[in-house]
């Protein structure tokens, strides 16, 4: 099957598709998903098939608003509230207690569910139309780099599958996921709404999971898979031009293909993909930087260090994954 436009026709295609219990690609504004109803089990397998994921990795459900959020999850506490009514619809994943209704292929067999209401207009029709809660993990094989963009969705997962088209998704990188099952709101995955952002509305510190430092230690948050994000090419941070050159270097001695993706850096080669110097829209062209510099047969793709501040924590951290 082609990529489909989002024509009110195609997408009320997609969701008979989906009411069917087959599969649909959608875009959202974070990264293509691949959706199914989340509450059909044998629907939700086949994302599971399709991706080549382990099961022992939940699913993130959309939903259309709070109203819809709420049917999902057996405590809407005030602190869900506050975070949705300042963030949704938007990139921001919220994890909570689940509802029988929620199948546990969907959550891993764990009692909680992820929950978001995105914000792209095309997964809203879909959302509104349908009328279902739609698991939808990034529309990818699993470990690969997130699909930002319809024909990334289709190199990856092939031509069988419905795909809606949605332009190149906005903030380009998954959704921040903070767990809110417990005392204190633990963040399991950076995005793009910072932690600094969620703290404020919160007036209240968060307790940090992730770690996207260079070591293995064990990762409590699910599906938090080391390896991840990667592109087909071996992917090498150079924190100096020093460094690079080393870098460089190596990869002609071995006859590989380099490309680069660089922020300050000034050297003139080939196959240099430049990146703003701003953390969202660095996120915005950094997974279609991967996937550029892979289909042009990289070997090698070498990409300057990134800022330290809390703004970058989200492409940091996907950074250091897709270099693991
Ligand atoms: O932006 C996004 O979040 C994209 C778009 C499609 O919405 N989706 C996405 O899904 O990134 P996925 O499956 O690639 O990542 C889902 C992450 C998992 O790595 C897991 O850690 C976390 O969400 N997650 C899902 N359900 C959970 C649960 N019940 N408890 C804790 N973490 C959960
Ligand atoms: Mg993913």
Redesign the pocket.
């Known amino acids: 099957m082609p990529i489909y436009q989002p024509t009110s026709e195609n997408i009320e295609r997609a969701a008979q598709l989906l009411r069917d219990g087959e599969l649909v690609a959608l875009p959202?504004e974070?990264?293509?998903?691949l959706g199914a109803n989340a509450l059909d089990i044998e629907a939700v397998q086949k994302i599971f098939s399709l991706k080549g994921r382990p099961s022992y990795?939940?699913?993130?459900v959309?939903v259309l608003d709070i109203k819809s959020a709420k049917k999902l999850a057996a405590v809407w506490p005030q602190r869900a509230q506050v975070l949705a009514e300042a963030f949704w619809p938007g990139?921001l994943?919220l994890?909570l207690p689940k509802c029988d209704t929620v199948p546990d292929i969907v959550?891993a067999g764990?009692q909680?569910?992820?929950l978001?209401a995105?914000s792209h207009s095309v997964a809203r029709q879909l959302l509104e139309i349908a009328q279902l809660p739609l698991a939808?993990?990034?529309a990818n094989k699993f470990t690969q780099t997130?699909p930002t963009r319809a024909q990334h969705v289709q190199q990856s997962l092939g031509d069988e599958l419905f795909i809606l088209a949605g332009g190149a998704c906005e903030v380009g990188i998954?959704?921040t996921?903070l767990?809110l099952t417990g005392d204190v709101p633990v963040l399991?995955?950076p995005g793009m709404i910072s932690t600094a952002d969620i703290e404020t509305v919160l007036g209240a510190n968060l307790d940090i999971e992730y770690s996207n430092d260079d070591s293995n230690a064990p990762r409590r948050?699910?599906?938090?898979v080391r390896i991840h994000y990667a592109p087909r090419a071996k992917l090498l941070i150079y924190r100096s031009s020093s460094e690079r050159d080393v870098l460089v270097q190596n990869s002609v001695a071995h006859d590989f293909m380099i490309g680069i993706i660089a922020i300050d850096d000034e050297l003139e080669m080939q196959r240099i993909v430049r990146l703003p110097n701003n953390a969202l829209q660095y996120a915005s062209q950094f997974y279609n930087a991967l996937h550029e510099l892979d289909a042009q047969g990289c070997d090698v793709i070498l990409v300057e260090a990134l800022p330290q501040n809390s703004e970058w924590d989200g492409v940091r951290d996907r950074l250091g994954r897709a270099a693991s």
């Open positions: 959202t974070t990264v293509y998903g990795n939940p699913l993130i959309h990139a994943t994890v959550t764990l909680n569910v992820a978001r995105p939808a993990p990034s997130s998954e959704s996921v767990d399991l995955r948050a699910p599906g938090q």
